[in-house]
């Protein structure tokens, strides 16, 4: 059975980490209004609007990525347990039988 489930738990670390490092840089933005200077105010107007609009959106991917980061975070924490409980159930004692 235990061929039929693995995981790389240094690489499910990592990948959580990445998440964290993407909801951070994107979280750079929720602070307020979006300082756009194109050099054009049409151009700025037109990125301040979407920025204004697109809240929703990336409230929503930020919820996504907090989520699949804390998904990797216990895949990584549960397989470790298990690891030491399955090491520890099988290790032999060294005082006889």
Known sequence: ???????DRQEAAK???????????LDGGRSGAL????????????????FEESSD?????????ERAAGL???LVE????LDGSLAGSLSTGSGGS
Do not use: H, P, Y
């Not at 990948?15 to 840089?25: E, M, Q, T, Y």
């Not at 549960?78 to 347990?81: A, S, V």
């Open 15 to 25: 990948v959580s980490g990445d998440l964290k490092a993407v909801r951070a840089a």
């Open 57 to 65: 959106n990336r409230e929503r991917m930020d919820q996504l990525l």
């Open 1 to 7: 059975m235990a061929e039929e489930f693995t995981a």
């Open 35 to 50: 300082d756009a200077r194109t050099g054009s105010q049409r151009v700025d107007d037109a990125v301040r609007r979407f």
């Open 72 to 74: 990797l975070d216990a």
């Open 78 to 81: 549960g397989t470790g347990t």
